[in-house]
C-alpha cells in the first residue's frame, strides 16, 4: 500500500480520536472532581446522539449547529442526575457507587432500544461526501468539522477552568474537599456543576459523532468503555492527558482497522489498556497517587 | 470428615436447620409439580444462583470487584464444546479441561493485577477489558467457528444421558440443582476455614491484613482462581443446554453483569444472597414478561430496565441486600461474614 493511504487513515484517526478525546474529557473532568467513576458515560453520549438524529431526520437541523444546544440539554441532565441520585453515594464505597452508574446505564440503553429500536441511524448532511485535498492527501470534510469542533470545545473547557472563579473554585474542590468545605464554597452545588460539564463534554462530543458513525442503542457501552480506555491511557483526572489519550487510541483503530480488520480494532485499544495499566497505572499524563 | 461435616452444620440453629431442609425439599420435588415451562425458569436461576454463588468468593468474601465473571464462563462453554464437538469428549470430562483453563486465565488477570498494585475500580475496568478482549477474539478465532457460532448436535429428549449431558429440561434442572448445593456448601466450608478468615480480612481492610502477616497476594490469586474454576461449569453447563455458542453473547459484558445482579440484591459477601437474589429478580423479571406478553406488548429492553431499576432500587435503599434484612426476620443466623 502506498504511504499517503497510511497518511490520510492516521489523519482521520487523530480528528475521530479528538472527538474521542472530548468524550474522555467529560469522564476525566467528572472524575477528576467529584471521584465517582461515570459508569454511563457512553449511555448519556448516546443519548446525545440520539438527540441530534432526531433534530436532524425531523427538523434538518445540522449537528455543528445543534452541538452547543444539545451540549447545555446534557447540561441539565447531568446537573439533575448528581444533585439528585449521585450526591447521596459520595460517602458510600467505590462498588457502590459503580453499580448505581451501571444501573442507569442499562436503564439509558434500554429506554433508547424501546422508544428507538434496534436499527441504526445516520445523519446524512448535505457535505456527507465531501472532502479537502491536500497535495496527495484526502481528508473527509465531516471529520474535519468534528475535530475542530472539539478542539474548540476542549479550550473553551481549559479556559473555563483557567480563569473564570468558578472554575478555580471547582478546582479547589477537587484539590482539597475539606479546604474547599472550611472556605466556605458550596460543594454539593459545584460537584453538580462539574457533572453537568462532564455531561456537556460528552453532549457535545456525541453530536459530532453522529456525523462520523452509525447511532444503535447499544452503541452506549462500547463508548463507555473507550473512554475508560482513553483516560486511563492518558490519566484518569488529568485533562490534557484525555485529549493525548483519545488522538492516541483513535489513532490506533484506524491503524488496525487498515492493517487487520476493522471489527478487530477495540482489541487493540484493549492491549493498549492492558499495557498501560501495567506498567504505568496513573496513566501517560497521570500523576502518581500521594 | 466428620470435622468438616460439623463446620457445615454445627453452629446453625435448629430454627435454621428446618428452613434449609424444607427449602431443599422443595426444590428437590419442584418438577413433579409444576410445567416444563416453569421447569426452564428454575434452571435459569439456579444457573444464576450458582454463578453469584462464585463471584460472590471474589467480591462478596475477599472484595475484588470483578465485572468480566463472562470470560470464565466463555472459556469453560468453549472449551468443553469443542472437545465435544471435535473429539466427542464427555463434558464431565471437558470440565476437568474447562476448569484449569479458566483458573489459569483468572489466575493471569489476578497475577497482573495484583502484582502491580490494581485496586478498586482500575481492577474492575481491567476485568473488563480482558473479557472484552475475549468476546473480540473469540470472534476471528476459526477453532470455535468464530462469529458464525458453534453448535452442539440438539439432543432426541428419548432418554436421559447424564454422562454426555444430553436429555430433557429435568435432567438438566437436577444436575443444576446439584451444582447449586455444591457450590454452597463450598462457600460455606471455605468462608468458615482459615483462608475464608484471611479473605474476610482483606475485604475488610487489606492494608492491617498486609500488617497482621497475612500473604494478601497469595490469598487474592485462590479467590480468583478458586471463582474462575467455580464458573467455569456454569459455562459447560450453558454449552450443553443451549447448544449454541456466539462469542457476541457468552463474553458479553451484559452476561457479567447479569451474573452480578444476584449476589448484589440478595446481599454481597452472605451465603444465602446470590441465591435468594436470583429466585426473586428473575422471579420478578418473568413475571413481568409474562405480564407484557399477555397485553400484548413486545418490547425489547423492557425487561433489562426492569434489571436496571431494581438494581438501581436496591443500590440506594437497600445497599446490604433483601437477605440480611430478611435474616433478621426470620431469625435465620448463617456463618459470620
Known amino acids: 500500500m502506498p504511504f499517503d493511504v497510511y497518511l490520510n487513515v492516521a489523519i482521520g484517526g487523530v480528528l475521530t480520536g479528538l472527538v474521542y478525546g472530548l468524550m474522555a474529557l467529560g469522564l476525566s473532568v467528572i472524575f477528576g472532581v467529584v471521584r465517582v467513576v461515570n459508569f454511563a458515560h457512553g449511555e448519556m453520549m448516546s443519548i446525545a446522539m440520539f438527540l441530534a438524529v432526531v433534530l436532524f431526520s425531523a427538523f434538518h437541523l445540522d449537528p455543528l449547529i445543534m452541538m452547543v444546544p444539545i451540549a447545555a440539554v446534557l447540561f441539565v441532565f447531568g446537573y439533575a442526575l448528581q444533585s439528585g441520585l449521585i450526591n447521596p453515594f459520595i460517602a458510600r464505597p467505590e462498588h457502590s457507587q459503580f453499580l448505581l ?86 460543594v454539593n452545588r459545584l460537584y453538580a456543576l462539574t457533572f453537568g460539564i462532564g455531561a456537556a463534554c460528552v453532549g457535545a462530543a456525541g453530536t459530532m459523532m453522529t456525523l462520523i458513525v452509525d447511532v444503535t442503542p447499544m452503541i452506549g457501552p462500547t463508548y463507555t468503555l473507550l473512554a475508560f480506555v482513553i483516560v486511563i491511557t492518558g490519566g484518569l483526572g488529568s485533562m490534557p492527558g484525555a485529549l493525548l489519550g483519545g488522538i492516541l487510541i483513535g489513532l490506533t483503530e484506524a491503524l488496525a482497522g487498515l492493517l487487520f480488520t476493522p471489527s478487530a480494532k477495540s482489541m487493540f485499544a484493549f492491549g493498549i489498556l492492558v499495557l498501560v495499566l501495567l506498567f504505568r497505572p496513573q496513566g501517560i499524563l497521570g500523576k502518581r497517587p500521594a | ?114 502484582r502491580f498494585g490494581v485496586t478498586g475500580v482500575y481492577f474492575a475496568i481491567l476485568t473488563i477489558a480482558f473479557a472484552e478482549f475475549a468476546r473480540i477474539g473469540f470472534d476471528h478465532l476459526g477453532i470455535v467457528n468464530a462469529a458464525a457460532g458453534l453448535f452442539l448436535p440438539v439432543a432426541q429428549y428419548a432418554h436421559n444421558d447424564p454422562w454426555r449431558l444430553r436429555g430433557s429440561p429435568t435432567m438438566f434442572y437436577y444436575v443444576m440443582l446439584a451444582a447449586t448445593l455444591a457450590a454452597f456448601i463450598l462457600c460455606r466450608l471455605l468462608i468458615t476455614s482459615r483462608i475464608g478468615y484471611f479473605w474476610l480480612a482483606i475485604r475488610e481492610d487489606e492494608e492491617a491484613a498486609r500488617a497482621a502477616g497475612i500473604d494478601t497476594f497469595r490469598y487474592k490469586m485462590y479467590a480468583v482462581t478458586i471463582s474462575a474454576a467455580v464458573t467455569s461449569f456454569a459455562g459447560v453447563f450453558y454449552a450443553f443446554f443451549y447448544n449454541n455458542l456466539f462469542p457476541e453473547q457468552v463474553f458479553n459484558i451484559s452476561r457479567s453483569i447479569q451474573m452480578i445482579l444476584g449476589p448484589i440484591i440478595g446481599g454481597v459477601g452472605t451465603l444465602f444472597g446470590p441465591i435468594l437474589g436470583a429466585f426473586v429478580l428473575t422471579g420478578l423479571a418473568e413475571s413481568l414478561s409474562t405480564a407484557l406478553t399477555a397485553m400484548g406488548l413486545d418490547l425489547p429492553g423492557a425487561e433489562q430496565v426492569f434489571y436496571g431499576v431494581c438494581l438501581l432500587v436496591v443500590v440506594v435503599a437497600l445497599p446490604e441486600g433483601i437477605w440480611p434484612w430478611l435474616a433478621r426476620r426470620l431469625g435465620v443466623k448463617e456463618a459470620e461474614s
Open chain 1, 101 to 186: 452508574l451501571v444501573a442507569l446505564g442499562i436503564i439509558i440503553v434500554n429506554v433508547l432500544l424501546i422508544i428507538f429500536g434496534p436499527d441504526a441511524r445516520t445523519v446524512q448532511t448535505a457535505y456527507a461526501f465531501d472532502s479537502f485535498q491536500l497535495g496527495p492527501l484526502l481528508v473527509d470534510a465531516t471529520k474535519v468539522y468534528a475535530g475542530a469542533a472539539a478542539i474548540v470545545f476542549a479550550a473553551l473547557l481549559f479556559a473555563f477552568f483557567r480563569f473564570t472563579l468558578i472554575g478555580t473554585a471547582i478546582r479547589a474542590c477537587a484539590d482539597n474537599y475539606t479546604g474547599a468545605l472550611v472556605v466556605g464554597l458550596n
Open chain 2, 1 to 114: 470428615m466428620s470435622a468438616a461435616l460439623a463446620r457445615l452444620a454445627g453452629d446453625l440453629s435448629p430454627r435454621t436447620r428446618i428452613w434449609l431442609a424444607a427449602l431443599v425439599a422443595a426444590l428437590v420435588i419442584a418438577p413433579w409439580i409444576v410445567g416444563d415451562y416453569l421447569v426452564t425458569v428454575l434452571i435459569l436461576i439456579l444457573y444464576l444462583a450458582y454463578t453469584g454463588q462464585a463471584w460472590n468468593i471474589m467480591m462478596g468474601f475477599t472484595g475484588q470487584l470483578s465485572l468480566g465473571h463472562a470470560i470464565y464462563a466463555g472459556l469453560g462453554a468453549y472449551v468443553a464444546a469443542v472437545l465435544f464437538t471435535r473429539y466427542g469428549v464427555a463434558p464431565w470430562v471437558g470440565l476437568l479441561a474447562a476448569m484449569p483453563v479458566a483458573a489459569a486465565c483468572g489466575a493471569i488477570i489476578g497475577f497482573l493485577a495484583f
